[in-house]
């Protein structure tokens, strides 16, 4: 029987890469949606690490915690649910700044952000200069 511990432990066996070298990149996302839309900046930092973590510089107008844990659920998300594909391990991700709008910008966002911004670090779907297959390293 599946359960949530079997699924994760499922996922943390799969084929890794992770990153060669440090990189920043900087991801907006908007989406419009009627009189109101969605908006979020985020300036995202990885680098090669022994495990994975997470560290936040940004500084929120409102909710921290909230808008800190959205961007760190955007990052999993992307890290762990590659379709068949390999995860991605070994990557210590800092969030060094944010741009925000006062109506547009939610937690939503900022998560939709993080995840572009994921990829943009993993070159996912493209030449893939910047990731390094772990064959059997954890």
Do not use: C
């Amino acid at each position: 029987q599946m359960n949530l511990d079997n699924w994760v432990a499922r996922k943390l066996a799969r084929r890794a890469i992770t990153i060669k070298a440090a990189k920043t990149v900087e991801v907006t996302y908007s989406r419009p949606l009627g009189p109101r839309g969605e908006f979020a900046k985020v300036t995202l930092h990885a680098e090669p690490a022994s495990e994975f973590s997470f560290s936040s510089e940004a500084q929120w107008p409102e909710n921290p915690e909230g808008f800190d844990g959205a961007v760190l659920e955007g990052i999993l998300d992307e890290t762990l649910a590659t379709d068949l594909g390999p995860i991605v391990k070994n990557v210590a991700f800092t969030l060094k700044a944010i741009g925000w709008h006062e109506v547009d910008s939610n937690s939503r966002a900022f998560y939709h952000a993080a995840r572009k911004a994921v990829v943009e670090i993993t070159e996912k779907g493209h030449f893939k200069n910047n990731i390094d297959y772990m064959h059997g390293k954890t």
